[in-house]
């Protein structure tokens, strides 16, 4: 049985331009919809279905999508969750975070809370689908993988680690079929209040050294510097020089 | 007499049978999509087109041009004449002595070619090929015992019937190669569709010693893009790749090819021909596109390979890997004695893989996303451009709005190698008071590689912002260390340029405008005291735009010598950096990059000179030890003498 | 055990009380150190100085240390490990944080998150205290140390290893038992982002997401993909992200736990089929931790492979060693392979071409090992070592062993 699949896409924004472009999650999201459920796949997104970055995912081969029409500043999951209520589906893919607006990575959340379905956060893959239970992997941190099962139908978000989106090509893009469909939003009232401005850079927290002596602050003040030019190891022993280097693979925690 | 009728029906039928399969033939060009070509023109041009620019290639080997000479012509005449004398019964003295002399005349050439045949180089094809000068023989021979007794050397009737019997299999062996293999698909169809081609060239700048290098600019929207089918490509190409004679000057010069990556551009042109006429390669009896045999996968053995007019042709007629092996050096089409276009077939196949099946090699994809996302293929941000300017004092033209040169920067701006050529240039500029600014931020990648990665669209989205950019300032000049943004502004953009951005303006590689500043005494420079030094062609600054000698003189002009390679100029073998080849890096036996330091060592050179910063990086990555890389502009600035103020 | 202080109300008692029997002997007692209340020393102005021998009161201006009895000197590295107590009695309010416990610690992230729950207490009227949630089986034994004023531990079987439910359960008990006025969660991938999210969800909160400058008043979040700070009024919902605060390290806590009852998690509808088994050579590349990378100068291969596997790391390549057939084409790393984000880079006989160079951009630690200390590896390694690869690899392999079976005897000791 192929399962009914929805991927869900927005808009993205490229990290050093800041162009709008397909949002790294959701294309992944995408891209697994596509193993899951291949051509049957529904791509779902809510916004201004004559914004072009949504080409750029039509470009993964994509036939058709559906567009919800909103206004910008409406809020994503009233519509959405309508929308779902109606179809019967399997699986919701989504993005962990998405890469504009206020990126809390809640829509899936606040999704499953309104439909009662399970919602499973960061997928690295969705391996099988039998008798209407799913076995997932979920991403953890450097290349570890959790596996655990759901049932149908459920909520996923789809982490970094999942497989990458495939080339967006230009012809498929442009022929996709946009299905507009119109729904009114309501404008999101708390994020009215809300000031944004660029990401300020946030300094790395230095070592602060809370000297209790005087001899310690003195000593703080006058240690070198870490970081800077690395350390050279030239004359010493093989033995010694390989020490130095097991110790810091130690100190930075990476053997066990 | 016996034989008087029976070599005349033999003509007639093999004649009649020629032409039927002739007209089969351009039934399967007519597959092909249209394009406009001036049919009458084409045709009048055609026999100077073959005395001149087809001889100007062959030519550049001897022995070849003449044996050709010798056969084609000979065989031209004797066929007109064969014709009036069997068919229509001319039977005068002097055609007859005339037909006889061009027998022999033909004879000659089949000889010498029969001769080159018996222990031919690895890039020629067997197979029916090895046959054809033994059935040129034996037209010419049996035509010259034909005729003797019609001239009068010999009486009429000699031999008897036995004779007769004899010379009728040699006209059918004869003529059959040369009229009815010309129509089926025997080697000398090279003759009927060569011709032909020739009259009806897509590039028909070419000829009369032309260049014509800038890719044609692919249809946008619509079913599909590029050509997944051979009925995709135009006409005229499809009776391009029928004109091939399987002389593999293409394959003793592809780089790729040498490397052993899986292209043979001969064998890549023969399954176009198995394309367009559907078949298999069963009968192809060259060198094979190269296997690997250290991968897993193994490439396609000849006999394997399918096709049809309007089957997809990455689907079992070639693979994929072989159209992303394309430098796009041209080295392939500046050695085509048949002038046929490689470049245009191999970059039209890969607009369908890139702009249809989203299917773009190894780091192709995230390549030209980046190329959407951020206007340059590493996706560094757009605002990052000048930074390697901060401490030169460039003006901008956003602010200075007009200045007599436009210094493109290109990708380089991006790069920490190529800024020190930058800078070198930039340098140089100064100590010779050009009036320069440049884009800064508001330049974007040229597009050069997107298009070579075959996704035009995206080339021409760029093509078109660069000229609305350029179009809001007034520059005479626009120069560019880069060879590649260098061809794209000067060949590739004049097809958007609706709004006359580029007119008048005149675009100039940085060799060729450094020499412009060095002839006219506006740079001091000291000689070069290093040790021996050779010069690399960028094939994006030689083949594509025709200068070879401006990077020379500057060398000169700095006392050096060029210990030049044994493939230098037009023959410069590529760096390996080209058409995007570095970026989908499809594994062969050795690098390209390789080869060509190779080639710089054999010169003994300590350092090798470069006018391209791709090349810098290609052969920079070769490891050590070997030669010194620098740009020519690196050099120049190393022996400038700085006027102290 | 000493470094404890155990105070003795009675003997305070009788030390303030003048008219008490016992008080001089026990005023007289040379006492360490009397804390009040708060936890701040007090010093007893009627005990400075002593009465000579003919009847005068002399201070000593040697502080006492003259006389200090032998039997109750501390060493001044333990007087420092006493820190005051902070004391919360009867909290008017709670702010609950819901650290990860990754391996069942706190993790530098949860204390962080502790710490500023403190400065948002602070910040708010009233007497507030911060109250941990610690799902499963805990190792931790300093939660007073780190800033734990009401510690909720459940440590039933329900809630051990992935049970994102059963805890989102617990967590709407909490609400309704206590309803705090913040829910600090660490914004991580290890299950306090989800979690947050989850109770968010349920209670209908907007939370803040990747929030990092947080007052009682104001928080300051990025969104926009990491491209916008937004500032907006603190929610009750909170997911912060690493360094938002100062962990605490000036006070202790009493880490009195507080009993949640009446919890009853139904069954989950995600189940936990365990932690996959990922051979660190299966790692993909650009999410290993550790690669030990070779180049052209490696020429003993089994002895690479085989230290590769002892230190548990992930294989990397330069192209040249790809090139040559030594390692397969998806190990390469750079420009035309992966990019990689590896927190140790051990690059051996790699001399660090530019476009090797590229790929390794956003590692954190690079160490070479290199015959030739000019090259670029060198110049870009935090440590490098100059010296056959094949040699520092077979010191290394050793001591690597000897650590394994170090490790392997103290687990058959332990058990
Ligand atoms: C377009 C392009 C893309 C490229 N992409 C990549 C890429 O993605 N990844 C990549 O890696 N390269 C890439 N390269 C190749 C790159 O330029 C270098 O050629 C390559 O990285 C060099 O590999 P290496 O450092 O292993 O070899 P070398 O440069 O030969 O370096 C070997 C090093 O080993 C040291 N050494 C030798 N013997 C010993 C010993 N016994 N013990 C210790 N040290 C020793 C030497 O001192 C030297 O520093 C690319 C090149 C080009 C042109
Ligand atoms: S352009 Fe260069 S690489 Fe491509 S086929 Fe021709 S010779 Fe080979
Ligand atoms: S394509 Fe041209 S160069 Fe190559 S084999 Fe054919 S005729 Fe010769």
């Known amino acids: 049985m192929q399962p009914n699949v929805v991927s869900l896409i927005s808009i993205g924004r490229h990290p050093q331009s800041g162009r709008a472009r397909r949002a790294e999650q959701d294309g992944r999201g995408v891209e697994l919809g596509l193993k899951l459920a291949g051509e049957k796949l529904s791509v779902l997104h809510v916004g201004n279905p004559e914004e072009p970055v949504l080409r750029q995912y039509a470009g993964m081969g994509l036939p058709a999508m559906t567009v919800l029409k909103q206004d910008e500043t409406a809020d994503a999951v009233p519509a959405l969750s309508d929308y779902l209520q109606q179809e019967k589906i399997d699986i919701v893919l989504t993005g962990v975070r998405s890469e504009s607006g206020e990126s809390s990575g809640m829509v899936p959340y606040l999704l499953a809370e309104k439909l009662g379905w399970p919602v499973v956060a960061r997928v690295a893959d969705i391996v099988s689908i039998k008798d209407g239970v799913a076995e997932v992997l979920l991403a953890l941190p450097r290349g570890q993988r959790r596996s655990v099962t759901v049932k149908l139908p459920f909520i996923a978000s789809v982490d970094n680690a999942a497989a990458p989106a495939r080339q967006s090509a230009f012809g498929p893009g442009q022929r996709v079929r946009m299905e507009s469909v119109n729904t009114h939003g309501e404008v999101d009232q708390i994020r009215v209040d809300w000031q944004e401005a660029p990401a300020k850079p946030r300094p790395k927290r230095l070592k602060t050294v809370k000297a209790k002596t005087a001899a310690d602050r003195f000593k703080a003040a006058t240690a070198k510097p870490q970081g800077g030019s690395g350390k050279v190891m030239k004359n010493e022993s093989a033995a010694e020089k390989a020490k130095a280097i097991f110790d810091l693979l130690i100190e930075e925690n990476v053997i066990r | ?645 | 055990m000493s470094d404890i202080i155990r105070r003795d109300p009675r003997r305070e008692w009788i030390a303030r009380n003048r008219l008490h029997p016992l008080h001089d002997s026990v005023a007289n007692a040379v006492q360490g150190e009397v804390r009040g209340p708060s936890g701040l020393l007090r010093k007893n102005p009627h005990q400075v100085g002593f009465i000579g021998p003919n009847g005068l009161k002399r201070i000593d201006r040697l502080k006492g240390n003259a006389v200090v009895g032998v039997g109750n000197k501390r060493s001044a590295a333990n007087q420092e490990a006493v820190l005051p107590l902070h004391k919360v009695d009867n909290p008017d309010f709670y702010i609950v944080v819901v650290p990860d416990m990754v391996g069942g610690r706190l993790s530098g992230h949860d204390k962080d998150i502790l710490g500023l729950a403190h400065t948002m207490v602070s910040t708010i009227e009233g007497n507030g205290a911060v109250v941990a949630v610690c799902f499963g089986e805990s190792k931790e034994t300093h939660y007073d140390l780190a800033g734990v004023d009401r510690l909720i531990h459940l440590s039933a079987s329900e809630y051990e290893g992935f049970a994102p439910e059963a805890r989102l359960t617990a967590l709407t008990h909490i609400e309704a038992q206590l309803a705090p006025k913040h829910w600090l969660f660490p914004d991580s991938i290890h299950g306090g982002s989800d979690l947050g999210s989850r109770l968010a969800a349920r209670l209908g909160e907007r939370p803040a997401a990747q929030a990092w400058q947080v007052s009682g008043e104001q928080t300051v979040c990025r969104g926009g993909g990491g491209s916008l700070d937004i500032s907006r009024q603190t929610p009750r919902i909170l997911m912060l992200l690493e360094e938002c605060g100062e962990a605490i390290d000036e006070t202790r806590h009493e880490a009195l736990a507080i009993e949640v009852d009446g919890i009853s998690v139904s069954e989950p509808a995600l189940q936990d089929k365990g932690l996959m088994d990922v051979d660190p050579s299966a790692i993909p590349l650009a999410e290993a931790e550790f690669i030990l990378s070779a180049g052209n100068g490696i020429h003993n291969w089994d002895q690479f492979h085989k230290v590769a596997t002892v230190l548990g790391a992930t294989e990397g390549a330069s192209r040249v060693a790809v090139d040559d057939g030594f390692m397969p084409r998806f190990r390469q790393v750079g420009a035309t392979g992966t990019w990689v984000t590896a927190r140790v880079y051990l690059a051996v006989g790699i001399s660090g071409a530019i476009q090797h160079m590229q790929g390794i951009g956003q590692c954190d630690k690079v160490v070479a090992i290199n015959t030739d200390a000019g090259c670029d590896m060198v110049k870009r390694a935090a440590l490098s070592v100059i010296g056959d690869s094949e040699d520092i690899l077979a010191e290394l392999m050793l001591l690597a062993q000897a650590r394994k079976k170090g490790s392997q005897e103290e687990q058959s000791d332990a058990a």
């Not at chain 2, 002739?22 to 092909?32: M, V, Y």
């Not at chain 2, 042109?269 to 559907?278: K, P």
């Not at chain 2, 250290?294 to 006999?303: D, F, H, Q, R, Y």
């Open chain 2, 1 to 645: 007499m016996v034989i008087d009728w029976l070599p005349s029906i033999l003509i007639v039928v093999l004649l009649a049978l020629g032409v039927i399969g002739a007209l089969r033939r351009i039934s399967l060009w007519r597959a092909g999509q249209p394009e406009k070509v001036n049919l009458i023109a084409g045709l009048m041009a055609m026999p100077g087109r073959y005395l001149n620019d087809l001889h100007h290639v062959v030519e550049r080997d001897k022995y070849m041009s003449r044996t050709h000479v010798a056969t084609a012509g000979g065989f031209v005449l004797s066929m007109v004449l064969v014709i009036a004398v069997y068919v229509f019964h001319v039977e005068q003295k002097i055609v007859t002595w005339l037909l006889l002399g061009a027998l022999v005349l033909m004879l000659c050439g089949a000889f010498f070619v029969f001769k080159r045949r018996l222990n031919p180089p690895s890039r020629l094809s067997k197979g029916p090929w090895m046959r054809l000068p033994k059935s040129l023989i034996t037209f010419a021979l049996t035509f010259i015992v034909l005729t003797l007794p019609v001239a009068g050397v010999l009486p009429e009737g000699f031999g008897g019937v036995l004779l007769t019997l004899i010379l009728s299999v040699g006209v059918i062996v004869g003529l059959g190669e040369l009229l009815f293999g010309m129509g089926w698909g025997g080697p000398m169809k090279h003759a009927f569709a060569g011709a032909l081609h020739l009259a009806f060239h897509r590039r028909p700048e070419r000829f009369g010693g032309g260049r014509s290098t800038g890719l044609k600019p692919a249809q946008l929207g619509g079913e599909s893009h590029g050509v997944a089918k051979p009925s995709d490509f135009k006409w005229n190409q499809l009776l391009g790749f029928d004109a091939c004679v399987q002389c593999g000057k293409c394959e003793a010069m592809c780089p790729a090819f040498a490397a052993g990556q899986p292209l043979n551009p001969k064998k890549l042109i023969q399954d176009m021909v198995v394309g367009l006429a559907g078949g298999t390669d069963a009968k192809y009896a060259g060198s094979p596109h190269p296997v690997r045999k250290t991968g897993k996968e193994p490439g396609k053995e000849v006999g394997h390979a399918k096709g049809g007019a309007n089957n997809i042709i990455t689907a079992g007629l070639i693979e994929a890997d072989t159209l992303w092996s394309c430098t796009t050096c041209r080295a392939c089409v500046e050695e085509c004695p048949m002038m046929i276009e490689h470049v245009d077939a191999i970059v039209d196949m890969r607009r369908f893989l890139t702009m249809e099946k989203g299917d773009t090699p190894n780091k192709g994809s995230e390549v030209l996303e980046n190329i959407i996302a951020t206007d340059n293929p590493n996706g560094y941000a757009p605002s990052s451009r000048t930074n390697w300017s901060a401490d030169q004092n460039l003006p901008v033209m956003k602010e200075k709005k007009q200045a007599d040169v436009l210094f493109w920067v290109s990708d380089g701006a991006f790069d920490m190698r190529s800024q020190r050529i930058l800078r070198s240039f930039v340098k140089l500029m100064k100590a010779a008071n050009v009036d320069v600014a440049i884009l800064g931020d508001e330049e974007r990648d040229s597009g050069d590689l997107a298009r070579r990665l075959g996704d035009d669209a995206t080339f021409q989205s760029l093509a078109k912002r660069n000229l609305a950019t350029l179009s809001q300032y007034s520059f005479k000049k626009i120069v560019t260390t880069d060879p590649h943004a260098y061809h794209c502004l000067r060949n590739e953009y004049a097809d958007f340029d609706t709004e006359g951005a580029l007119k008048g303006v005149e675009v100039l590689h940085h060799t060729t405008f450094l020499n412009q500043l060095v002839q006219a005494g506006a740079l001091k420079l000291d000689t070069f005291k290093g040790g021996k030094v050779t010069y690399h062609d960028p094939c994006y600054l030689g083949r594509y735009n025709g200068e070879y000698d401006a990077p020379r003189d500057l060398l000169r002009s700095l006392g050096i010598e060029v210990a030049e390679m044994e493939r230098s100029r037009f023959r410069s073998r590529c760096c390996g950096g080209g058409g995007g080849a570095p970026i989908t890096d499809i594994p062969g036996e050795r690098r390209i990059a390789d080869m060509r330091m190779e080639d710089v060592t054999a010169t003994g050179a300590e350092l090798v000179a470069v006018g391209c910063q791709q090349c810098t990086a290609m052969l920079e990555g070769v490891v050590e030890p070997r030669p010194e890389v620098k740009d020519i502009a690196e050099i120049l600035a190393g022996q400038l003498i700085e006027e102290v103020h």
